[in-house]
């Protein structure tokens, strides 16, 4: 079977998109009325005009399959971010390597200490950040992060820039359950635009990177697209054709999608378009329909009071009093949660900056059971 960027060479995306700009009413009521869509037209129909004035129902529709696949769960996740070191330069990445940021990568030890504050908050689940830099991030840097915190990490997923499936191998093996990477814009020509140097300026290998990640064994597959770089409808329309083909390719792993919108960062780059909130949920519960079994993740990227109406109606993994600047928990108050210095280092500044607790006792009194651990390695292990 052909990659995905094979596929995607070829992918007409014109005629979805043509139906996401003139789907009728009737069209939409019918995809409501057999409780799911069923191709990617019907998922463009959900994304129309036409479907936003039947915001209320596909919201309900979206609990009620998210319920029936997933209960009333919340999986709970922290970042962790190891180095803000990166060669690329990413117009829009406050890691891009010519803003003037403090540079940091940390030290094995410190990196235990971070996640050790993590764990006391009740994370069981981290995800591991880098920027792209062979001398910072590599020579077996993170492997030995990922063997130390697995002793009492049960799940570690990675958010790297992308590697063959042999580099990954050994990161497997020491511990790590997931991998994901975005794509950021699914627009090729907006994509070289944007990365105008560096490794991650290859449009078509970073596509196929979930595929190697499978190859080389991880058990869950996130990919997403960062919303703001090019027109929505689009990038969702791509997104969706993605999460399809890895379902059929990597049918052994979980797969997670994304939606993150573009959050001020240092640099000059203006977004190109706002997703509006509107519009967000309208693609949650597009995404919801088109992907039952699909989990779909919510970060701190979001302000609170938007995360607490969109947690019920499709969500099912959600990260909570993040940092994402390297070294950053160590800044956080314990008793009030509030940072005791600026972190000048961040890729972005958050939106939600609630403490895990407060986001749990919210997700609480919204019926909803926040999950901090759901796996073990003595699952997997012989």
């Given at each position: 079977m052909p990659t995905f960027s094979e596929k995607y060479k070829t992918l007409d995306l014109d005629r979805p998109l043509d139906i996401a700009a003139t789907a009728s009413i009737a069209s939409v009521e019918r995809i409501l009325q057999q409780g799911r869509a069923r191709s990617l037209e019907e998922f463009a129909a959900l994304l129309s005009p036409?479907?936003?004035?039947?915001?209320?129902?596909?919201?309900?529709?979206?609990?009620?399959?998210?319920?029936?696949?997933?209960?009333?769960?919340?999986?709970?996740f922290a970042p962790l971010y190891l180095s803000n070191e990166c060669v690329n330069v990413c117009k829009y990445c406050g890691f891009s390597r010519h803003n003037d940021i403090p540079r940091i990568t940390l030290e094995l030890e410190t990196v235990e200490a971070e996640a050790r504050i993590l764990h006391k908050q009740g994370f069981r689940s981290i995800l591991l950040v880098a920027g792209e830099h062979?001398?910072?991030?590599?020579?077996?840097?993170?492997?030995?992060?990922?063997?130390?915190?697995?002793?009492?990490?049960?799940?570690?997923?990675?958010?790297?820039?992308p590697l063959e499936s042999e580099r990954y191998q050994p990161l497997v093996?020491?511990?790590?359950?997931?991998?994901?990477?975005?794509?950021?814009?699914?627009?090729?020509?907006?994509?070289r635009s944007l990365h105008t140097a560096g490794p991650k300026k290859h449009f078509h290998w970073r596509m196929d990177?979930?595929?190697?990640?499978?190859?080389?064994?991880?058990?869950?597959?996130?990919?997403?697209?960062?919303?703001?770089?090019?027109d929505w409808h689009r990038e969702a329309l791509a997104l969706a054709s993605h999460a399809e083909h890895l379902l059929?390719?990597?049918?052994?792993?979980?797969?997670?999608?994304?939606?993150?919108?573009?959050?001020?960062?240092?640099?000059?780059?203006?977004?190109?378009?706002?997703?509006?909130?509107?519009?967000?949920?309208?693609?949650?519960?597009?995404?919801?329909?088109?992907?039952?079994?699909?989990?779909?993740?919510?970060?701190?990227?979001?302000?609170?009071?938007?995360?607490?109406?969109?947690?019920?109606?499709?969500?099912?993994?959600?990260s909570a009093g993040s940092s994402t600047e390297p070294g950053g928990y160590s800044s956080f108050d314990e008793s009030t949660f509030q940072q005791t210095?600026?972190?000048?280092?961040?890729?972005f500044h958050i939106a939600d900056e609630r403490s895990p607790k407060e986001v749990a006792a919210v997700l609480a009194r919204l019926g909803?059971?926040?999950?901090?651990?759901d796996f073990d390695q003595s699952l997997v292990r012989a």
């Open positions: 036409a479907a936003e004035g039947y915001l209320e129902p596909l919201c309900h529709l979206s609990q009620k399959i998210t319920q029936k696949h997933f209960g009333k769960t919340m999986r709970m062979p001398k910072y991030v590599s020579n077996g840097y993170v492997e030995e992060c990922v063997r130390r915190l697995s002793k009492f990490f049960p799940s570690i997923a990675l958010e790297l820039g093996a020491a511990g790590c359950e997931a991998l994901l990477v975005y794509q950021e814009t699914y627009h090729e020509e907006t994509y990177t979930p595929e190697r990640a499978y190859a080389a064994g991880f058990r869950r597959l996130g990919i997403g697209a960062l919303f703001g770089l090019h059929q390719v990597c049918w052994k792993a979980q797969l997670n999608v994304s939606m993150p919108r573009m959050r001020p960062a240092k640099g000059e780059f203006e977004q190109v378009e706002f997703l509006k909130d509107h519009h967000f949920v309208q693609l949650i519960t597009a995404l919801r329909l088109f992907l039952p079994h699909a989990g779909i993740t919510l970060s701190t990227r979001e302000p609170a009071t938007l995360r607490d109406g969109l947690a019920p109606i499709g969500i099912t993994t959600m210095r600026e972190q000048e280092g961040e890729q909803y059971e926040p999950v901090w651990k």
